[in-house]
Structure formats: structure tokens, C-alpha cells
């Protein structure tokens, strides 16, 4: 089932050139106007649109047009937090924290925006800065006495209060604290600056102390606007625009409430209006808020990796190391749906981004791999995410993804587990009706424990331990009356508010390559760039093999689905298909076990036709996919070093060539291996040839034949 995407006026539709906004939306469907062309207007079903968000040549850019995200865009360099050198990353982030935790003080009442207030204060924020900087490189692990962490010095109180200026008119995005643009751009768009700074100091007026009204505030800003411009006249600039009423009163609305409110009444006032949630935080619409959290969960497991304990007795299994492993969940707040689970050995940043990705994909997949009777189709983009202040939190890496989904991050203070009162709850409910039924249950404490012989009854693997979380929360914690939910189950809630509310759509195929894929970098040949064996084309690959000084060009890789690949150029990403068609859905753990299989059995045979391919593929893949599907739950992941390995290894010698014909032998264009597959010796060029670029045929066409040649 395809559920209702909820858009808004301010997110940008791209489909190849064209640029859409969206015009109309009900339950039935939606309708995109084109930006360029305001007469034209395309109408989808919800179902239409989702199939065109997995096309490589569409992208959704949440919020797009909103008058921050323009203003950064205008302000800023870069487009993507991942794209900033790692040293300017680590001092963006840095930044953030800092303006982070002086939001936070300023919201309990411990701080104001004067300079004077803020030296006060410098300490106590420094010390809050400070331990985060060690959480983030610690990393989750315990460091060992006399271990270096660089810390770097606190900002001058003024220029404190201009990052914070910064990160709000950025919309409290981490992309408002990077690197502006150089002075030439700056003057480029000096006059919309200052229309910017005037009328923003315009709109602050409306928090003073004597409580002007909104239209007294309309008449001061056009009042301050004509004389502006007067001035900008006998200078011979041109004149600033002036802003509408309904602009200003836009404006206003989007202040901040409680300073607003502080100004207005008073910080008393404010702090008794916006007092602290100590019932936790509610949310209406799906997604608009989803709480994270880690948990080391109560039972004693054994640490199997690799599977090779799959089938064996207990007797067999109890010789071999136990102990606990950690649970990563995010749930949606709204609707009690657990959106991720991710078992980890400890928490780590990398584990943390990969559930993070769970959250945006479909996982029906998974829960049928696992034997579920409901599909796990609970997805799609994040509004807000809700975490403690772990060292897998407010990681680089972590703070990155989430940054460049488009999403808002809270880090409530250590202490205050009522800030994540939800996924707090679910734990303990995990804690009260699931692990009593396991052997191995650790309890909560050791008195409660006693001397049950944990260790001693642990059985369980990390598959079975996921198959056995996946069946209790798909199929029975989703569909059992929940009391937050005044008796409604978790899934008829999504399913009740996604059909009434729409759900934030999940980020296209393009955005969650170059946020979640494994990176790597490839020189750009004659028919693209190459990974795995297989080439990847794109336009732009063709103008930087033609033009370009440097042809390295930067890649990301989705492991579950080689159709296409994600290519950093021109400070933007773009989507570059496999040059071989019959690639889409397929993932690298089914290519590569394709390849050992077709290794291992043909090694001596001289030719291997596609009847012998196809059922090594078929064999392969039909054992594999189920657990494939499985293991994205489990501590198992491929880096970017595993990647490189199995092309030094596995892939090495493994090449396309042109057979002549261009034609597949089959007539059938769309099946994956639909040509012959000759040894070495039977090709007119050796693969040495093959590889040296300047030997290849002038021919525009792709190979169309591939051939396999063991390592020296």
C-alpha cells in the first residue's frame, strides 16, 4: 500500500530539468505545477508518486523555498554538510554545539542575549561543549588514561551571539555556521542582504516591551523602508523592495515564541508559559517527530557474527563467548510505530547512521524474511529527531546525515528522560513483555536477577535473536491496543493518520545514496567511472572525461540496489545507471556471491553461456536474499575498505568487452547476463589490452560481453 505523502508549497520537485512545485494535494493524489512554466500542471496518485521518487532522475528537496533555506543557499558555499572538508565539518559542528547549548540556557532562564550575561555563563557552556567534544572523539569507546581530546577554546561572547543569529536565520540548521561566500558573490547580492538585516530589525520590534500590534509594526517597516531608500537614491543605489503586509506579518509569526513571548511579558512569564513537558512531548502528524535511543538489551546472547552457529546444538553453543548486545529503535511519537531496530556489539556512529537509514526505507522486505505476518511498511522522511547526548548522537558522522536529510535534531539534556518519554516507554515494555519468554534474560538488576544462570541458558544467535524482535514488534507489539493511544494499535494509527495527514515523503533514491551509501572515489574512463566491475554513465561524466584537468570524481553506493550510484560534481549529486541493464534491486552481497560461485565452479571451462550464469545468479541469490535481508538488522555492514578488497580480490580482472555485435545473444535486452561469458583465451584481446585505456576501440557503445580471468 502506497500511503498519502504530505508535501508542502515550500518543497521542490525535480524532475530531469524540470523544476515543479506542489499546486493541489487531497487524499486521492496531488498535483505539480512547473516553476518555469506556471500553466502546466501534472497530476499524480499517491502511488504514481512514489514509484517517480525512485527514479534516479528525480529529486525531492524538502523546504527548498523556504526563506531560510534561500537565504543559505544565497550565503553559503556548499549545499550539503558531507560535501565540507572534514576539519571545516568538525568546526561547523562545533559551532553548533555551542549555540545549541546556549539555546538551551536561555531557555531555562539561565542566560540572556547580552554579552555581560553571556561571560557569566561562558563557563558553565564550556564545560557542556567541552564533554560533548569528548563524547564525539571518544566515540563510544572508554578511553584509557592519558588519552589526548582536543579541545579548542570558547568564543568570544559577541561572536557567540552572531553564530546563534546565524543558526536561527538558517532555520537552526548546522549549514548557517559553514563558510560563506567569497566577496565578489557577497556583493552579487549585497541589496538583498540588506532588505534582509532591515527588515528583520523591522519585525524584532514587535518584541518590545510596550506590545506594539502587527499593523503598527507594518506602518514602522514601511516607514523604514522609504527612508532607506531615500538615502539609497541621493547615493545612486537602487531601492530595496518593499516587503508586503502579509510578508510582515509572516515574519512575525515566525519568531521566536518564548523570546517573543520573554520580551513581550517578561522572562518570568515565559518560563511559567513554556515551563519544560513533564508528560513528554506529543505530536499529531506521522513523523513529525521520532525519538532515538540505544538500549542494552536484557539478555545474554551469543556473539555470532558470521553464522557459522546456525544449526548447532546448544551443547556446542554454550562453549563459545556470550554477552549482551546493544538495540538501536527509533519510534514515531505520533503513532507508537517503531520505525528501526539495529542490533550493534556497542554503540558506534556507524550503526547509529544505518539505523538511520531504516527509518526512510521500506522494511516489508526484512519482516518477510523473518516469517512476519504484517508487513514492517512503516517509512519515510524525518521532521524532527529526538536523542540523548550519547558519543553515537552527536558524532560528525551522525550529525551529517541527519543534516542533510533536511531534519531538525533535539538533544535534551542528560537527565531528563522525559524529553524521550516515548522510546524510553518502549524499552521497558520490551523489558516486561518480551524478554521474559528468553532464555538468557539478564533481568534489570542484579537483586531482581538473583541466581538465574544467564550465561549458562544463552541459546540464542544474533540472527535468531533478530527474527525474534522482528516478529514481536511487526507482528505483535504494532498490533496490540497501546494506552497512549487511547486503546488503538500502533499500525491502525499510521495507517488512520497517513490516510487524514499525509506522511513526510521519504528522501529519493539520489539523496539517500549520497547520505547513507558507502563512499569511494574512481577516475573517470571512456564509459564512465567503474565499481564492482561495473560501469556507471552519466552526461557529466562524459564533459569531465572531455574537459577536465582532474577526472576523479566522488561516488556513493546504495550496497542494496547497484541500478545506479550517486556522483559528486559541481558541488551537487547527481545519478549516474549502471551502463549494463537487469542491475536495478540487485545488491552487492548477491553480486559478489554470484562471482565466487561462477569462479569457483567454471575456473578451467573455456566458455560459460548465460543458461550457466543465470542459474549460479538464480541459486545465489535464492538462498542469500532472505538472510541478506535478515543481516541489515545485525552488526554486519560493508565499509569502504571492504569494498576496495573485494575489487583488489574477487573483481580483479573482471572486465566488459565489446563482442562486435552489440546484440545479446538471446534478443532479450533486459536480462542481466544476456550474453556469453568466453575465457581469457578465447578473446582477440588480452586483458591487459582491455585495461589500458588508450588501447580500447573508439566506439561510443558500452561492452556488451564480460570475461573472467583468475588473479596472477
Known amino acids: ?137 571518544g566515540k563510544g569507546s572508554t578511553p584509557r588514561a592519558g588519552s589526548p581530546v582536543a579541545l579548542k577554546a570558547p568564543p568570544h561572547p559577541k561572536t557567540l551571539l552572531r553564530w546563534v543569529r ?127 535511543d540505544e538500549w542494552r538489551i536484557d539478555l545474554m546472547t551469543i556473539l555470532d557474527e558470521g553464522g557459522v552457529f546456525d544449526g548447532a546444538p546448544s551443547e556446542l553453543r554454550e562453549r563459545f563467548r556470550v554477552g549482551r548486545r546493544w538495540l538501536y529503535v527509533a519510534i514515531d511519537v505520533a503513532t507508537r510505530c517503531i520505525l528501526s531496530m539495529r542490533l550493534c556489539e556497542k554503540p558506534t556512529p556507524e550503526d547509529a547512521v544505518r539505523s538511520l537509514e531504516l527509518i526512510t526505507v521500506d522494511k516489508t522486505a526484512i519482516s518477510d524474511a523473518a516469517g512476519c505476518e504484517c508487513p514492517w511498511d512503516q517509512f519515510g522522511g524525518i521532521g524532527t529527531l529526538v536523542s540523548d547526548q550519547g ?67 544463552a541459546v540464542f544467535t544474533d540472527d535468531e535473536l533478530t527474527e525474534i524482535l522482528l516478529r514481536y514488534v511487526v507482528d505483535g507489539y504494532h498490533n496490540s491496543p497501546h494506552a497512549g493511544l487511547g486503546g488503538e494499535t500502533p499500525a491502525n494509527a499510521w495507517q488512520r493518520l497517513c490516510s487524514e495527514l499525509g506522511k513526510l515523503p521519504a528522501p529519493d533514491t539520489i539523496q539517500r545514496r549520497y547520505v547513507f551509501g558507502i563512499p569511494g572515489v574512481r577516475k573517470v574512463e571512456r564509459h564512465g567511472i567503474r565499481v564492482c566491475s561495473l560501469h556507471y554513465d552519466h552526461p557529466l561524466l562524459g564533459e569531465l572525461f572531455r574537459h577536465g584537468q582532474d577526472r576523479s570524481v566522488r561516488f556513493r553506493m546504495d550496497p542494496q540496489d547497484l541500478g545506479h550510484i550517486a556522483i559528486y560534481i559541481n558541488n551537487d549529486w547527481y545519478g549516474a545507471s549502471s551502463v549494463r541493464p537487469g542491475f536495478q534491486g540487485v545488491s552487492l552481497a548477491e553480486w559478489t556471491v554470484a562471482m565466487r560461485d561462477i569462479r569457483q565452479r567454471h575456473r578451467d571451462a573455456q566458455l560459460i553461456n548465460e543458461e550457466i550464469v543465470r542459474r549460479a545468479f538464480e541459486r545465489i541469490a535464492h538462498i542469500d536474499r532472505i538472510a541478506s535481508q535478515r543481516a541489515r538488522l545485525t552488526p554486519k555492514f560493508m565499509t569502504e575498505k571492504e569494498i576496495l578488497k573485494l575489487e583488489r580480490n574477487l573483481f580483479i580482472h573482471l572486465s566488459w568487452e565489446d563482442s562486435g555485435s552489440g546484440q545479446p545473444q538471446n534478443g532479450d535486452e533486459g536480462d542481466l547476463f544476456g550474453e556469453i561469458i568466453n575465457a581469457p583465451g578465447h578473446h582477440l584481446q588480452s586483458p591487459g589490452d582491455l585495461h589500458d585505456e588508450n588501447d580500447l576501440p573508439d566506439d561510443s557503445q558500452p561492452p556488451n560481453d564480460w570475461w573472467l580471468e583468475d588473479p596472477q
Open 1 to 137: 500500500m502506497s500511503w498519502r505523502l504530505r508535501l508542502l508549497e515550500t518543497d521542490m520537485i525535480m524532475i530531469g530539468e524540470s523544476e515543479l512545485r506542489l499546486a493541489k494535494q487531497s487524499t486521492r493524489g496531488l498535483s505539480l505545477r512547473e516553476v518555469r512554466s506556471p500553466d502546466v500542471v501534472r497530476s499524480f496518485s499517491h502511488a504514481e508518486f512514489h514509484a517517480l521518487l525512485q527514479k534516479p532522475d528525480v529529486r525531492l528537496k524538502r523546504g527548498f523555498y523556504e526563506e531560510a533555506e534561500v537565504r543559505r543557499r544565497l550565503a553559503f558555499d556548499k549545499l550539503y554538510l558531507e560535501s565540507i572538508a572534514l576539519a571545516e565539518r568538525e568546526k561547523v559542528l562545533w559551532k553548533t554545539a555551542w549555540c545549541e547549548e546556549y539555546l538551551r540556557a536561555e531557555l531555562a532562564g539561565r542566560v540572556q542575549r547580552t554579552e555581560l550575561s553571556i561571560s557569566a555563563a561562558l563557563s558553565t557552556l564550556r564545560n557542556a561543549v567541552d564533554e560533548r567534544e569528548r563524547h564525539r572523539q
Open 166 to 292: 546565524r543558526y536561527e536565520r538558517a532555520g537552526h540548521s548546522p549549514m548557517g555556521l559553514a563558510r560563506t561566500r567569497s566577496k565578489s558573490q557577497i556583493r552579487s547580492i549585497e541589496s538583498y542582504r540588506v532588505r534582509e538585516a532591515l527588515l528583520q530589525d523591522c519585525v524584532k520590534g514587535y518584541q518590545e516591551r510596550n506590545r506594539p500590534t502587527m499593523e503598527i509594526i507594518v506602518a514602522n517597516t514601511a516607514a523604514a523602508f522609504r527612508k532607506a531608500n531615500e538615502e539609497r537614491a541621493r547615493e545612486g543605489r537602487l531601492p530595496l523592495e518593499l516587503p508586503s503586509a502579509s510578508t510582515i506579518r509572516r515574519r512575525i509569526r515566525q519568531l521566536d515564541p518564548f523570546e517573543t513571548y520573554a520580551q513581550r511579558h517578561g522572562t518570568e512569564a515565559a518560563r511559567k508559559k513554556f515551563r519544560p513537558y513533564r508528560t513528554g512531548v506529543s505530536s499529531l502528524a506521522p513523523l513529525e517527530r521520532i525519538e532515538m
Open 391 to 457: 558519543p553515537s548522537f552527536v558524532s560528525d558522522m551522525f550529525r551529517t546525515a541527519v543534516t542533510d536529510l533536511g531534519a531538525t535534531v533535539e538533544t535534551p539534556p542528560a537527565g531528563l528522560a522525559e524529553m524521550r518519554a516515548t522510546v524510553e516507554r518502549v524499552f521497558r515494555t520490551f523489558g516486561v513483555q518480551l524478554m521474559p519468554w528468553l532464555s538468557g534474560r539478564t533481568f534489570s538488576n542484579v537483586v531482581e536477577r538473583g541466581d538465574y544462570p544467564s550465561e549458562a541458558l
